[in-house]
């Protein structure tokens, strides 16, 4: 399944102690996202830890996604392609190799398959 996600919002949780930063975060999120069972559905989730050096106190960010299922929008967009060609071009056969929608999948899927495999590279070694 590939996924399109793209950032609706961002906040900060500090604490001079980096545990309590980090579990206040994660009170956060289970109050206002994971809590809402629509929200958990849909938002993406992604908490990094800000350089100390930096904030002088533990910092951590907390980054929401909004995140649809690619292959959806790409299965739609093709059956109303081939409704319209069938309707007003009276096509019984429509060609999907001139569609420019078909070459930039397979870019993003090279793409994304590239990331995926050195990830698992990385993360079981």
Same mark, same amino acid.
């Given at each position: 399944?590939?996924?399109? $996600?793209?950032?609706?919002?961002?906040?900060?949780?500090?604490?001079?102690? $980096?545990?309590?930063?980090?579990?206040?975060?994660?009170?956060?999120?289970?109050?206002?996202?994971?809590?809402?069972?629509?929200?958990?559905?849909?938002?993406?989730?992604?908490?990094?830890?800000?350089?100390?050096?930096?904030?002088?106190?533990?910092? /951590?960010?907390?980054?929401?996604?909004?995140?649809?299922?690619?292959?959806?929008?790409?299965?739609?967009?093709?059956?109303?392609?081939?409704?319209?060609?069938?309707? /007003?071009?009276?096509?019984?056969?429509?060609?999907?190799? %001139?569609?420019?929608?078909?070459?930039?999948?397979?870019?993003?899927?090279?793409?994304?398959?590239?990331?995926?495999?050195? /990830?698992?590279?990385?993360? %079981?070694?």
């Amino acid at each position: 399944m590939t996924t399109y $996600s793209e950032m609706i919002f961002q906040k900060e949780f500090s604490n001079k102690v $980096s545990k309590q930063a980090y579990l206040n975060a994660c009170i956060w999120l289970a109050k206002n996202v994971y809590g809402k069972s629509d929200y958990a559905k849909r938002v993406t989730v992604k908490i990094e830890k800000k350089d100390v050096k930096k904030t002088k106190i533990p910092t /951590f960010v907390v980054s929401l996604y909004v995140t649809i299922n690619e292959s959806e929008i790409k299965n739609d967009f093709c059956q109303k392609c081939q409704q319209l060609h069938t309707l /007003f071009y009276c096509v019984d056969k429509v060609n999907c190799e %001139e569609c420019k929608m078909s070459s930039y999948r397979k870019q993003l899927n090279n793409y994304v398959k590239n990331l995926k495999d050195y /990830f698992e590279e990385v993360f %079981e070694s």
